[in-house]
């Protein structure tokens, strides 16, 4: 089992750039940690994925790729988005989700396989 917690949050104008932050607690084993947003009244949508045995990264897509990066500590611990030139349709609530093993699709099905959940950290571009 794992705890996340996000933090990194927050309101930037447009082109800004904010870098979030997914600690998660040290479980045995291999696993994968990504990062999901929602706006309101939208789908929830995937951004990228960390696999810890192989030290893979996706990304939902090449818009995405870029602008936004997935990285990590050295131990593993802590997952990072760091996000540039934000604009207002990125305005969501960003969410770091992790499971046991592959990584599985940045897609709203795919997110349901993801059994661990941060409580989200809000971020609003004007």
């Known amino acids: 089992h794992v705890q996340l917690v996000e933090s990194g949050g927050g309101s930037v104008q447009a082109g800004g750039s904010l870098r979030l932050s997914c600690e998660r607690s040290?479980?045995?084993?291999?696993?994968?940690v990504a990062w999901f947003r929602q706006a309101p009244g939208k789908e929830r949508e995937g951004i990228a994925a960390?696999?810890?045995?192989?030290?893979?990264?996706?990304y939902s897509d090449d818009s995405t790729k870029a602008r936004f990066t997935i990285s990590h500590d050295r131990a593993e611990s802590t997952i990072f988005l760091q996000m540039n030139n934000l604009q207002p349709e990125d305005t969501a609530m960003y969410y770091c989700?992790?499971?046991?093993?592959?990584?599985?699709?940045?897609?709203?099905?795919?997110?349901?396989?993801?059994?661990?959940w941060g409580q989200g950290t809000q971020v609003t571009v004007s």
């Open positions: 989700a992790a499971k046991v093993t592959l990584c599985s699709p940045l897609t709203p099905s795919g997110s349901r396989q993801y059994n661990y």
């Open positions: 960390f696999y810890t045995q192989s030290g893979d990264t996706y």
């Open positions: 040290y479980s045995a084993g291999f696993w994968c």
